[in-house]
């Protein structure tokens, strides 16, 4: 057998596309280039009233499409056109025996079942738009693209014309490999998409097997460190967040800048903007500050406060549209990364002199409350979990201690629990009058962590000239339970009145009778938030 040309003419060509984008344009370049379409149902229309010729996919298959299209391209004049080798004397003959002519180029897009899906369709219409010939087709071609060129993305369409034309029509052997691998990850995500769609609408919570897709936003530098290779892919979801953005200004995002700009918007996003302004400050996935505020700018400088160590290099993420005010409170700081729902024109200008800040709009927030799932990688597997979405009520609060939290104690309760949900375990958090005075996280021990955002808010004081540590009298929310009433007891040593924790452990009347003797009001949530 004879190796395959390293360029291959293109002489005829499949168009049969959901997505009309391009569609006119592809088909004229393709038609005064000499290459003879072949197409199907709508795509054939559009390319005739165009003023196109156009050859029905019908009078090469001598079948008419059946079934309401479900049957047109599954026969063996479009799948030999596409599968056979055209240096394979055995493919060849079997070619002229039954009158198949080969196809040098497919352009295919599949039925779009991703957003019939994301526009609530009900089953039936979801499982009418799960494409069957186009992923067949796409399969064909790609595995034969040695023969066989493959585009499914509409932005392909330009620069296949220009590798026709540095090539005299023909598409070099790089260009054919390269769409192959994608039209092939993009079947592999169709279907993963529509095997996860049907997990879900019959039930099944964890599926016998699992598909996972994405698609590159951009390459990065370097991962978490330079000597490691790393991209973002977007998942294809409409949750509004770092994936979703517009960057408005700054350098390219880093794998750290993306992964810290994704925890500061889901924490700012807990607070509802209709409620309060809210700033949260995240350095290394952990905030090192987040308060609410009269306005915005009281909400970031109460959040900058907490920490202003660490807050310089952070990231700041806002739940209203940042105003003016509050761009010249930050840029008054090195700040990585600004992420907000929307920005005024005065604070785009105010920022526009910052060439390296990066500025994210994403003109919306996240539902802290709508159900998804993470996912982690470990040797050998993947951890799937849903996401952390459990809430806590006043209603939910059980008081424990002899002295019953007041009512700005526990507004500052809810506050502390909700900012610990997002700070790595084992977090503490030291809250008061809605704002954050020390954060303890990622510690090994939970007296160590309550020890740290003790440590904080006496740095804090120290750096505001204050004469007593902001700790004393707020609210401490632990994620899990107090195993022993060390922590507790550091908490107090702090100065703090209030704590609020799951429950749970063995000790707990151990720890309720030191919060009784230490004066602490205490309620229990009955939900841990662990967070890794």
Not at 366 to 385: E, I, N, Y
Request: aromatic letters at 4%.
């Amino acid at each position: 057998m004879s190796h395959p040309p390293r360029h291959t003419k293109i002489r005829r060509a499949l168009l049969s596309v959901s997505d009309k984008t391009g569609l006119i344009d592809l088909g004229r370049a393709l038609t005064v280039r000499g290459v003879e379409l072949l197409s199907t149902g709508g795509t054939a229309e559009t390319l005739r009233a165009a003023g196109l010729t156009v050859i029905d996919v019908a009078e090469v298959t001598g079948f008419p499409e059946m079934m309401d299209g479900r049957v047109k391209t599954l026969h063996p004049a479009i799948h030999g056109a596409l599968l056979a080798l055209r240096d394979d004397p055995d493919h060849v003959a079997a070619m002229q025996a039954h009158g198949i002519a080969p196809i040098d180029l497919l352009v295919v897009n599949l039925y779009p079942f991703e957003a019939t899906v994301a526009a609530g369709a009900d089953y039936e219409t979801c499982i009418e738009n799960i494409d069957i010939g186009g992923p067949a087709m796409i399969r064909a071609a790609a595995k034969n693209h040695a023969h066989v060129t493959t585009i499914v993305d509409v932005e392909d369409y330009e620069k296949l014309i220009s590798d026709m034309d540095q090539h005299d029509g023909a598409v070099c052997e790089k260009f054919r490999k390269r769409r192959a691998q994608i039209a092939l990850a993009r079947t592999a995500a169709y279907d993963a998409a529509v095997s996860g769609w049907m997990a879900g609408a019959i039930g099944l919570d964890t599926p016998r097997r699992m598909a996972l897709a994405g698609s590159l936003a951009q390459p990065l530098r370097y991962g978490e460190n330079p000597h490691q290779k790393a991209a973002f892919y977007t998942d294809g979801s409409a949750r509004p967040g770092v994936a979703t953005a517009r960057q408005l200004q700054g350098k390219e995002l880093s794998y750290n800048n993306i992964n810290d700009t994704d925890a500061a918007f889901e924490l700012v996003a807990e607070f509802d903007p209709a409620e309060s302004p809210a700033c949260v400050i995240v350095k290394h996935a952990n905030p090192s500050g987040a308060a609410l505020g009269e306005t915005l700018a009281e909400a970031y400088q109460r959040a900058f406060d907490c920490d202003r160590t660490s807050a310089f290099g952070g990231i700041v993420a806002l739940n209203q549209e940042l105003d003016e005010a509050t761009a010249r409170l930050i840029g008054e700081v090195f700040t990585e990364v600004i992420i907000a729902p929307a920005i005024s024109d005065a604070a785009r200008k105010v920022l526009a002199a910052k060439k390296n800040l990066r500025l994210l709009v994403t003109g919306a927030l996240p539902d802290a409350r709508a159900p998804g799932r993470t996912f982690r990688q470990v040797s050998g597997g993947l951890l799937v979990q849903d996401r952390d979405v459990g809430h806590v009520a006043l209603s939910d609060l059980k008081v424990v201690t002899k002295r019953a939290p007041t009512e700005a104690e526990m507004r500052d309760l809810l506050f502390a629990w909700k900012v610990a949900r997002h700070v790595k375990s084992n977090a503490i958090v030291y809250a008061k009058g809605g704002a954050t005075v020390g954060v303890g996280a990622g510690q090994m021990s939970r007296v160590d962590s309550a020890l740290i955002a003790a440590t904080k808010a006496e740095r804090m004081a120290r750096a505001l000239g204050l004469g007593e540590s902001p700790a004393r009298g707020a609210a401490v929310a632990s994620d899990a339970f107090f195993p022993f009433a060390d922590g507790l007891l550091e908490a107090a040593a702090a100065g703090a009145s209030a704590v609020i924790q799951p429950g749970g452990s063995m000790r707990d009347e151990e720890v309720i009778a030191a919060a009784d003797e230490a004066g602490l009001a205490m309620v229990l949530t009955g939900m841990r938030h662990f967070r890794h």
